[in-house]
């Protein structure tokens, strides 16, 4: 496949608002999907008219209206006011969730526990399921052990796949992630009957804000560029 084949939206040329994904008549670089996959573009708006997918959608935008203030004000200047949790929180109501699956891992057992306690005094019913659940030992998927974290002893392996299931049997609504690591987020995804949000990602360095790395890339962190 040609690279001009392959949509390339981070690569764009023009500056946000003057985009054609933005702003109608706007402009479109090479790899822009909106100019270029049409069919795709049509077949996507189909999708939003499904029953089971429109009011999501409308919600969701909804939401995200509402986390800026004084919008009515011109000139306008963004002001946002509301924290991801309060979105997360907001906009399970909108949908009329009442069960909440909690998925976290145990690095982050102690936010985990605060985060329960705040959706249960909104008013929800919270199932949450821990990344070791099972207990199963590392050894059931092949790791060896000088693969382990702590050499020489038992190790459970995270579980994302039975969180999952846990969470269908206890049939929860809308599922919140905290914390799971790249690649057990990825099967949580997979093996989930609901949908599913993030409150937040694990970075072990960065205190768990890897933009961190991202911002200072051109500094602290040029150590990421490979030359």
Not at 15 to 42: F, H, I, M, N
Not at 176 to 197: I, Q, R
Request: glycine fraction near 8%; include cysteine.
């Amino acid at each position: 496949m040609k690279k001009k084949n392959i949509a390339q939206c981070a690569e764009c040329q023009y500056p946000v608002q003057e985009r054609v994904c933005t702003t109608p008549g706007g402009k479109a670089s090479t790899g822009c999907p909106s100019a270029s996959k049409k069919a795709l573009v049509q077949k996507a708006s189909n999708e939003y008219r499904t029953d089971s997918i429109a009011e999501f959608a409308r919600q969701a935008s909804i939401q995200e209206g509402e986390c800026y203030s004084e919008r009515e004000k011109r000139p306008y200047v963004m002001h946002p006011v509301k924290p991801r949790f309060i979105e997360i929180v907001e906009f399970a109501q909108k949908m009329g969730y009442r069960r909440l699956g909690l998925i976290f891992c145990l690095g982050l057992a102690n936010e985990a526990g605060i985060a329960n306690r705040l959706f249960k005094s909104h008013g929800f019913e919270v199932v949450s399921v821990a990344c070791k659940v099972g207990g199963v030992p590392k050894e059931e998927i092949g790791i060896q052990e000088e693969e382990k974290i702590f050499i020489g002893g038992h190790e459970s392996m995270c579980n994302p796949i039975l969180q999952a299931m846990v969470a269908n049997e206890e049939k929860t609504e809308f599922n919140v992630l905290l914390g799971l690591c790249v690649g057990h987020d990825s099967l949580f995804f997979k093996y989930a009957d609901a949908p599913t949000t993030v409150l937040a990602v694990k970075d072990r360095v960065t205190g768990h804000n890897p933009l961190a790395a991202l911002y200072t890339s051109g500094s602290y962190y040029a150590w990421l560029n490979k030359t």
